[in-house]
């Protein structure tokens, strides 16, 4: 795996907002417990529209990095999602133990 790759299981009750310009860029933002706290995933690739409708109803179980073009018999136009990065931001209050 690659430095911004990761098995995460974020559970959708955290889930507070969801952005997206339905093609490239997907932003979910997370209100998990004190610590982490806040976390914000971005999603980046392309046709990303159907991921993001998948995603706010809760119906999405896996996203992963996927490149249609590696694998046999996909379809044309399929969403394609290039890098997953995990953005966190500790609270300004929070102390390491």
Same mark, same amino acid.
């Given at each position: +795996? %690659? =430095?911004?790759?990761?098995?995460?299981?974020?559970?959708?009750?955290?889930? /507070?907002? #969801?952005?997206?310009?339905?093609?490239?860029?997907?932003?979910?933002?997370?209100?998990?417990?004190?610590?982490?706290?806040?976390?914000?995933?971005?999603?980046?690739?392309?046709? +990303? %529209? =159907?991921?993001?409708?998948?995603?706010?109803?809760?119906?999405?179980?896996? /996203?992963? #990095?996927?490149?249609?073009?590696?694998?046999?018999?996909?379809?044309?136009?399929?969403?394609?999602?290039?890098?997953?990065?995990?953005?966190?931001?500790?609270?300004?209050?929070?102390?390491?133990?």
């Amino acid at each position: +795996m %690659g =430095p911004r790759e990761s098995d995460k299981a974020l559970p959708y009750g955290y889930l /507070v907002k #969801v952005i997206t310009d339905g093609w490239s860029l997907i932003r979910l933002s997370f209100a998990l417990p004190p610590w982490p706290g806040p976390l914000v995933v971005d999603i980046h690739g392309e046709f +990303m %529209g =159907p991921i993001a409708d998948a995603i706010v109803p809760g119906t999405a179980t896996v /996203v992963e #990095v996927f490149d249609p073009a590696k694998h046999i018999d996909t379809q044309e136009g399929a969403a394609i999602v290039r890098e997953i990065e995990f953005i966190s931001k500790p609270p300004e209050n929070a102390t390491h133990r």
